[in-house]
C-alpha cells in the first residue's frame, strides 16, 4: 500500500509559480513499478488529468491544458514527486491530487480508473 500525502498549495497571483510535492511511504522502498500522476478538480468541475510520470525513468506526459507550463518530477532519495506549475492562470484553481497507479512501460495512465493510491488533495487558488 502507498500513502501519499500531498503539501504545497495557497494562493497566488496569475503569473506567479508555486510547487506541489508529494511525499510516499512507506520510506525506504523502491517505486520504480509506480507512475504518478496528477490530477485536479476546480470549483464545480469533475476531477481531470493534468499528468503523469513514470517513477523509473522520469518520463513525463501532460494534459495540454498545463504543456509547456507545468513540470512532473520525482526525487528518488526523498521518495516525493514534484509538480512545478508556472505562469499560474486563475483558471488553474482547484484541487490538486497525487496518485500512484502500477506501472512497468508503456503509455503512461492518463485514466483516473487507473490510480489506485490517492492523496489527499491540495488547494491552489490563483487570483486575477
Known amino acids: 500500500q502507498v500513502q501519499l500525502v500531498e503539501s504545497g498549495g495557497g494562493l497566488v497571483q496569475a503569473g506567479d509559480s508555486l510547487r506541489l510535492s508529494c511525499a510516499c511511504a512507506p520510506s525506504g522502498r523502491t517505486f520504480n513499478g509506480y507512475a504518478m500522476g496528477w490530477f485536479r478538480q476546480g470549483p464545480g468541475k469533475e476531477r481531470e488529468f493534468v499528468a503523469a510520470l513514470s517513477w523509473r525513468d522520469g518520463s513525463a506526459t501532460y494534459a495540454d491544458s498545463v504543456k509547456g507550463r507545468f513540470t512532473n518530477s520525482r526525487d528518488n532519495v526523498k521518495n516525493t514527486g514534484y509538480l512545478q506549475m508556472n505562469s499560474l492562470k486563475p483558471e488553474d484553481t482547484a484541487i490538486y491530487y497525487c496518485?500512484?497507479?502500477?506501472?512497468?512501460?508503456?503509455?503512461?495512465?492518463?485514466?483516473?480508473?487507473?490510480?489506485?493510491?490517492w492523496g489527499q488533495g491540495t488547494q491552489v487558488t490563483v487570483s486575477s
Open positions: 496518485a500512484f497507479a502500477e506501472y512497468i512501460a508503456g503509455d503512461l495512465p492518463i485514466r483516473q480508473a487507473w490510480y489506485t493510491n
